[in-house]
């Protein structure tokens, strides 16, 4: 299958700060990524589609200015959860379909931890 | 209209046998239906995958089964192993929004004893 990287693996903060989660496509080229969020024994929430080259499409109440993505290349989608708090502690996980099939490949997830 | 339905939410299996989750869905544009297997701490992965066009699909000792009119699809696992304990969660997607969204199921924690 098809390689998904995320990095950091795992980040622990300070209330208040910034946090950038990277999530990148190893062996294809993704015009489109997505990120959800999954809480501890819970299904995953899309937060958003990533869009290279233009703007990322959000959910129905996901935050655009508290959690930014930025999708510059074909292969590297960003994630900032900016001015974070401790309700933001969650795993966060990115996949990218490698065509348009609907065939998702995901990442291993950034478990993010604010303090 | 977008929901999937998954169940069991936990279930228990004893080595060697087989374990079976289900799924439903309500929107007849789906054309993809996955499931992934996702352990603790872990990413999830993709397992195995039907399109309407076939009823049933295996590979290994995973299968999917697939009833169209009934708008549900189950996976079966076959000789059920110790390590086949984790989460798994069946999605759909429609092919026509050019979206590449999936919906996913609600999720399955399935314990299999030694």
């Known amino acids: 299958g098809a390689v998904v990287s995320q990095h950091p693996s795992r980040v622990i903060c300070k209330s208040g700060t910034s946090v950038k989660i990277e999530c990148r496509s190893l062996?294809?080229?993704?015009?489109?990524m997505f990120w959800y969020r999954q809480f501890p024994k819970q299904s995953l929430m899309l937060m958003a589609t990533?869009?290279?080259?233009?703007?990322?499409?959000?959910e129905q109440g996901v935050e655009k200015d508290k959690f930014l993505i930025n999708h510059a290349s074909l292969t590297l989608s960003t994630l900032t959860v900016t001015s974070a708090h401790p309700e933001d502690s969650s795993f966060y996980i990115c996949?990218?379909?490698?065509?348009?099939?609907?065939?998702?490949?995901f990442g291993p997830g950034t478990r993010l931890t604010v303090l | 209209q977008q929901q999937v339905k998954q169940s069991p939410q936990s279930l228990i299996v004893q080595k060697g046998g087989i374990s079976i989750i289900n799924c439903a869905y309500e929107?007849?544009?789906?054309?993809?239906f996955p499931w992934y297997q996702q352990f603790p701490g872990k990413g999830p992965a993709l397992l195995i995958a039907?399109?309407?066009?076939?009823s049933e699909k295996k590979e290994g000792r995973f299968t999917i089964s697939f009833n169209k009119s009934a708008k549900q699809f189950s996976l079966h696992i076959m000789d059920s192993q110790p390590g086949d304990s984790a989460t798994y969660f069946c999605?759909?997607?429609?092919?026509?929004?050019?979206?590449?969204?999936?919906?996913f199921g609600q999720g399955t924690t399935l314990q299999v004893k030694p």
């Open positions: 996949s990218a379909p490698r065509d348009y099939n609907n065939e998702q490949f």
């Open positions: 062996d294809f080229q993704a015009t489109t």
């Open positions: 990533s869009n290279e080259g233009s703007k990322a499409t959000y």
């Open positions: 929107n007849t544009a789906f054309d993809y």
């Open positions: 039907i399109r309407p066009d076939v």
């Open positions: 999605a759909a997607g429609d092919g026509s929004s050019n979206t590449g969204k999936l919906i």
